[in-house]
Nanobody
């Protein structure tokens, strides 16, 4: 059983930056691939970024490439999402997710790959 808790969301203006954090407890964190997803009102949940177990491989949605960076610290059992140059279209609830069955080099990119989810943190970008 893995528990995930996101933090760092908030209300910012377009062009600003935010850093989301996700702290994990339970399970073996360094055996989990991790992902960040988001869901805007009236839209389906979509992947934002993902990272493999040792942090060497990453995946980004086209909409955030060059603006967002995912990273992890296995010693701190945490994964991060640095979000720069935020746009109003980035407004959503952001969720952290863990894939406990990931192979070392795998970067899972679909919601069905993930086993555990956090409760989400709201990011609102005003234009």
């Amino acid at each position: 059983q893995v528990q995930l808790r996101e933090s760092g969301g908030g209300l910012v203006q377009a062009g600003a930056s935010l850093r989301l954090s996700c702290a994990a407890s339970g399970g073996t964190f360094n055996r989990c691939a991790m992902g960040w997803f988001r869901q805007a009102p009236g839209k389906e949940r979509e992947i934002v970024a993902a990272i493999n177990r040792n942090g060497r491989n990453t995946y980004y949605a086209d909409s955030v490439k060059g603006r967002f960076t995912i990273s992890r610290d296995n010693d701190k059992k945490s994964v991060y999402l640095q979000m720069n140059n935020l746009e109003s279209e980035d407004t959503a609830v952001y969720y952290c997710a863990a894939d406990v069955n990931a192979i070392l080099l795998t970067v899972p990119a679909t919601a069905n790959d993930y086993d555990y989810w956090g409760q989400g943190t709201q990011v609102t970008v005003s234009s």
